[in-house]
């Protein structure tokens, strides 16, 4: 005995497209309830929910005349929405492209001044060295600031302000 598996909300969106493509119709809730189970196989709990979730996708189009809400879903419509979507995608790849060549010019200017030669591989090692002393420097600087007039004032205001001991 296997129990019959259920559809995914995947297999029953598909299937409930079918049936607006396959009929090319336009339908009220009450028939999509009644054509879907038994075309389909899909569960009269589940219709609604199903529709609604092509309606918030923009798959199916609805319609309210008075109290009546209509259905429909052409094959043209999703012809047209992929044709809409391929040519956003195609301007989008030209447009990357574009940016690609620019940015390799700017890569191309950039290199050249940037052969490696033996002046700049030399300026570069001096440059490095200076960097590591100034570094070292500032160290030494921060460690000895402790002893800087200046500071010692900004530390202890009041002892500038009073005179020395005679």
Known sequence: MSK????????????????????????????????????????????KDVLQSLVDDNMVDTDQ?????YYWAFPSKDFNVRQRKQEELQKRISEEKQQKSSLEREIEKAKEGRQDTKERSSLLKELNSL??????????????????PEVLEEKLPLAASQPPPS
């Not at 960097?131 to 800087?148: F, G, N, P």
């Open 131 to 148: 960097r590591e002393e100034q570094t070292q420097q500032k160290a030494e600087l921060k460690r000895r600031s402790d002893c800087d």
């Open 65 to 69: 005349r008075g109290t009546s809400k």
């Open 4 to 47: 019959k598996r259920g559809l995914s909300l995947e297999e029953k969106r598909s299937r409930m497209m079918e049936i607006f493509h396959e009929t090319k119709d336009v339908f009220r809730l009450k028939d999509i309830e009644k054509i879907a189970p038994k075309a389909k196989g899909i569960t009269p709990m589940s219709v």
